[in-house]
């Protein structure tokens, strides 16, 4: 009889230390995933904050000149400069005029040169970072 309760003991104990092994196992993993999702959540917390600290820039409206206001279909007396760049972008896109092999260029048709009459000195292709100097004129 000494011999079943020696084996029933045995027994149990190996099943409890595997039991603890088990629980041991489950720990360091668990371990490990919380380490994994602090980090995150600390990576995601300084992206956030980076973008938050970010300069917040609005722009004052501007009167433009009857060239622009016609050009743009305004109804409104004022636009903003970003206003008056992405009308000015759209239509060169919307009209293809940007340049094959330079996509940065584009040419100037009719509708353009009237706007721009005063500044293209005879250019007969613009970029796009120039219409900001050449829009300076006609926004008050």
Do not use: W
């Not at 029933?8 to 993993?29: H, I, K, M, P, Y």
């Not at 622009?68 to 000015?88: D, G, H, N, Q, Y």
Request: glycine letters at 0%.
């Amino acid at each position: 009889m000494t011999e079943v309760t020696e084996t029933t003991q045995s027994f149990s104990f190996d099943n409890l230390l595997n039991s603890v092994n088990e629980l041991s196992q489950s720990l360091s993993t668990i371990k490990s995933d919380v380490k994994k999702l602090e980090s995150d959540y600390q990576r995601t917390l300084k992206k956030t904050q980076k973008q938050n600290s970010k300069r917040k820039f609005t722009e004052k409206p501007k009167t433009p000149s009857k060239a622009l206001s016609s050009f743009m279909k305004l109804s409104e007396e004022t636009t903003t400069r970003s206003e008056a760049i992405r009308s000015v972008c759209s239509y060169v896109k919307e009209k293809n005029l940007q340049c094959e092999n330079n996509r940065r260029n584009f040419t100037v048709d009719k509708t353009l040169k009237k706007l721009f009459s005063d500044s293209l000195n005879g250019r007969k292709e613009l970029s796009f970072l120039d219409v900001n100097s050449l829009l300076r004129t006609h926004l008050s």
